[in-house]
């Protein structure tokens, strides 16, 4: 089971950036953060959660349509933290952001069904 703290959510006008942060910890002295894959889903409002990310422990990514190219993940396994920097942000990003751990580091999974392990979420605010 790993633990994941989100942080760095807040309240920015439309074409602003914000950058997420996701600490991971495991229960046992084993763990070993590079070989999860780590993913970022958000969850609007009366919407089901949705993939934005995913990044495997050797750093390849993968990015949902509405996010590639303005969306990056990335992670520093020696901090064992993973990163969403968001830049050109819309009203319609607005949405709770969930950090997510899968147990097989070298995959990029993108449903939420394959993640085991999720953050408390942090929320991501848009103004027109």
């Known amino acids: 089971q790993v633990q994941l703290v989100e942080s760095g959510g807040g309240l920015v006008q439309a074409g602003g950036s914000l950058r997420l942060s996701c600490a991971a910890s495991?229960?046992?002295?084993?763990?070993?953060?590079?070989?999860?894959?780590m993913g970022w889903f958000r969850q609007a409002p009366g919407k089901e959660r949705e993939f934005v990310a995913v990044?495997?422990?050797?750093?390849?990514?993968n990015y949902a349509d509405s996010v590639k190219g303005r969306f990056t993940i990335s992670r520093d396994n020696a901090k064992n933290t993973v990163y969403l920097q968001m830049n050109s942000l819309k009203p319609e990003d607005t949405a709770v952001y969930y950090c997510?751990?899968?147990?097989?580091?070298?995959?990029?999974?993108?449903?939420?069904?394959?993640?085991?392990?999720w953050g408390q979420g942090t929320q991501v605010t848009i103004s027109p």
């Open positions: 997510a751990a899968h147990r097989v580091g070298a995959v990029l999974p993108t449903r939420p069904a394959d993640f085991g392990s």
């Open positions: 495991g229960r046992t002295f084993t763990f070993t953060f590079s070989s999860y894959a």
């Open positions: 990044i495997t422990g050797g750093g390849s990514t």
